[in-house]
């Protein structure tokens, strides 16, 4: 079985009882520890790995973060998927060829742009199905859909997008920022697996579990964290 396979098989078999948690690499290390750790797979968050190389979210040159991701691949032997932002304004083809050179399974592409603008839902449907065209089953594709953090509160709003970019061939939709309440009103309206941010917490792991989120990530949160760890540590060491 392919690794892509593999990780297509974790989605099948996950649930709100047994959701798939996914914690989120920003380098090599990270990713070493993650998987020595048990976890099944893995998916970069590109807010981390901005930090890890210097930059602001959303201002990682495309070339850094694919090298990025190569080493973090290069570095595990679970599959890995990569958040590559809004898809860097690569046409649909170089995009896919451009993952599959990093060795990774799965990417999540946004459905705002640098100017944290809406992009119209219909047009990305489209788009997305020319990157499910030109992917075939070499990728899985999370369309993660930005109406939260947006300010649309409304989950039908979240819902009419997620229904597109499902139709259009996504395997998962991740609305980005639904409190739990939403992820439920997500979950009964649609047939894919949902993808929901969690605090990296057991709890918050747990709530949006109970609403129906059956793969769970944490964006840079990880990262956040073991960087307050480690000021900690750095402020025993002074003398």
Do not use: Q
Request: hydrophobic fraction near 45%.
């Amino acid at each position: 079985m392919t690794r892509t396979a593999t990780f297509r098989a974790l989605h099948d078999t996950s649930s709100p009882a047994a959701p798939l948690v996914l914690p989120g690499p920003w380098d090599a290390a990270s990713a070493r520890v993650f998987a020595e750790s048990g976890y099944p797979a893995l998916a970069t968050p590109s807010a981390g790995v901005a930090a890890s190389l210097g930059y602001e979210d959303g201002h990682t040159p495309p070339e850094e973060m694919f090298a990025a991701v190569a080493r973090i691949v290069r570095s595990v032997d679970v599959p890995v998927s990569a958040d590559i932002e809004g898809g860097y304004g690569f046409a649909p083809k170089e995009l896919v060829d451009r993952l599959l050179d990093t060795g990774a399974v799965g990417c999540n592409l946004e459905d705002s742009g640098p100017d944290k603008v809406l992009k119209d839902p219909h047009r990305h449907a489209d788009w997305l199905a020319e990157v499910r065209a030109a992917a075939g089953d070499r990728v899985f594709l999370n369309a993660r859909v930005d109406t939260f953090i947006r300010g649309v509160t409304d989950p039908e709003a979240a819902v009419e997008r997620a229904r597109l970019y499902v139709a259009a061939g996504a395997d998962c939709v991740y609305p980005i920022g639904a409190p739990p309440e939403a992820v439920a009103v997500l979950r009964a309206a649609i047939k894919a697996p949902i993808n929901a941010g969690a605090r990296p917490e057991a709890a918050s792991i747990r709530e949006l579990a109970a609403s129906g989120a059956t793969r769970i990530t944490f964006g840079p949160g990880l990262l956040h964290r073991t960087t307050a760890a480690l000021t900690g540590i750095t402020r025993e060491l002074r003398p």
